[in-house]
């Protein structure tokens, strides 16, 4: 008998039944449990850490990091073999793309000095693309996967040596819609891992003699039904430097709570089409805003499962980001997402991100990356955000004859 898959399928086939219910039972449990079930179980999380005695944004490698991070990779390029050999891959994580959108970044004006640092020194206005996706591992109807969204934004025109080299000119923030990542550190997402290629995620997490059920319920208060990509708020969940010797997480909201309603029998595709009514007809917009870390044991670097207070440290809106309406689902656009590569070390050095599941994703979303297009005979390219898809044709950066570059994730 074989007990993690039949655990999975029971777990799967729930997640499925419940999510076809009326999504206002949903925001009804979020409006009167969300919060307290959120305190208890971090309550519980921070109860079983020890206090490392680290400094503000300071890093303490993990035993056998380097090892574990080729561990995960290695992981997870077979999983990309055992599913897409004979298709197109996708990525192995945040693997659905619902679209890639043209937007901007602009740095607001007339910042105290503490947070002029970075690409937030000056006033200033960036081009971005914008990928909103699903988190797989698999590409499947939008109710059906694990109900966490993540975003990608990147940033052009942006200057100085970056800290991986594949993009010169460029600044990736990537965040999901919980605050809190899947796993703790990358000894555990290894297990993540594992169980992932032997179709038993869920196992993970419920395994009794290996429990990770503290996380299962953290991952749970934001796993929903969404009603738009454009309607979420996203965390980076990991922590970055912010200048020198301070370290922030940020958050990237909507300007407001205005929300769609979820169609009454959804379509396989129904988030971007939500997304796509949306743009049809407005403007959209987001709020990046920063948390600095001011306890170093309240609010941890190296681990992913802790939510930083905001009683301690309140976020701070530095930027916003405008994504104009547009037309984004043409199949040459849609083909662009592919080519786009999104990896938090796309940085300059005031921006460097911290924590162990960060240092692992450098290699990792590296060479996963190289895999996946080498499986699919494609090329990454640097965009500039010249980029125009109204036409049928597709754009020259994205034709077969592009220059090719190094990959990452």
Same mark, same amino acid.
């Given at each position: ?9 029971? $777990? ?33 999380? !921070? ?9 503000? @944004? ?25 599913? %897409? ?12 793309? %619902?679209?890639? $959108? ?23 206005? %960036? ?28 940033? #052009? ?16 923030? +990537? ?6 990542? +899947? ?23 419920? !395994? ?7 996380? @299962?319920?953290?991952?749970?208060? *934001?796993?929903?039904?969404? +009603? ?11 922590? *970055?430097? %912010?200048?020198?010797?301070? @370290? ?19 379509? *396989? ?14 403007? $959209?917009?987001?709020?990046? #805003? ?24 309140? *976020? ?15 199949? @040459? ?72 570059? !190094?990959?990452?994730?």
């Amino acid at each position: 008998m074989n007990v993690p898959k039949i655990v999975n399928d029971l $777990v799967v086939t729930l997640i499925r039944f419940t999510r076809r219910l009326n999504p206002e039972l949903r925001n009804l449990f979020d409006r009167l449990f969300q919060k307290p079930i959120e305190s208890v179980a971090q309550f519980l999380i !921070n109860l079983s850490r020890k206090n490392e005695n680290l400094g503000i @944004a300071e890093e303490n490698l993990l035993p056998n990091e380097a090892e574990i991070t080729q561990q995960i990779t290695q992981q997870m390029t077979e999983f990309l073999v055992k599913q %897409y050999t004979g298709k197109i891959a996708e990525r192995a994580g945040n693997t659905k793309t %619902y679209g890639v $959108v043209k937007g901007s970044f602009e740095v607001l004006p007339d910042l105290p000095d503490e947070l002029k640092q970075g690409i937030f020194k000056e006033s200033r206005t %960036y081009p971005a693309w914008l990928r909103f996706s699903g988190p797989g591992p698999l590409v499947t109807h939008d109710l059906d996967d694990n109900g966490i969204l993540s975003i990608g934004v990147k940033l #052009m025109g942006v200057e100085g040596e970056k800290l991986i080299d594949d993009e010169k000119m460029t600044q990736d923030f +990537t965040g999901i819609s919980s605050p809190t990542f +899947t796993t703790p550190n990358v000894i555990e997402n290894l297990k993540l891992q594992q169980q992932v290629y032997n179709d038993t995620p869920a196992w993970y997490f419920l !395994n009794p003699f290996d429990s990770h059920l503290l996380d @299962a319920i953290m991952q749970g208060l *934001y796993a929903k039904a969404h +009603t738009s990509p454009l309607e979420v708020a996203y965390f980076s969940c990991v922590p *970055y430097l %912010y200048g020198e010797g301070k @370290a922030i997480k940020y958050a990237i909201k909507p300007c407001t709570d205005e929300k769609t309603k979820i169609p009454h029998n959804p379509s *396989y595709d129904y988030l971007r089409e939500a997304m796509v009514k949306t743009l049809e007809q407005r403007d $959209v917009c987001f709020d990046f #805003m920063v948390q600095f870390q001011t306890n170093p044991h309240k609010m941890p670097i190296e681990n992913a499962s802790v939510i930083w207070p905001e009683k301690l440290s309140p *976020y701070l809106k530095v930027a916003i980001i405008r994504i104009p309406a547009q037309k984004f689902d043409s199949p @040459a656009q849609l083909k662009f997402a592919r080519n786009l590569s999104f990896n938090p070390w796309h940085c300059i050095a005031e921006h460097r991100p911290l924590g162990n599941q960060s240092r692992a994703r450098k290699y990792i979303y590296l060479e996963t990356s190289k895999f996946r297009q080498r499986m699919n005979g494609e090329q990454r390219i640097e965009p500039t955000g010249d980029e125009d898809f109204n036409t049928e044709a597709v754009p020259a950066s994205v034709a077969a004859d592009a220059q090719p570059l !190094n990959d990452s994730e």
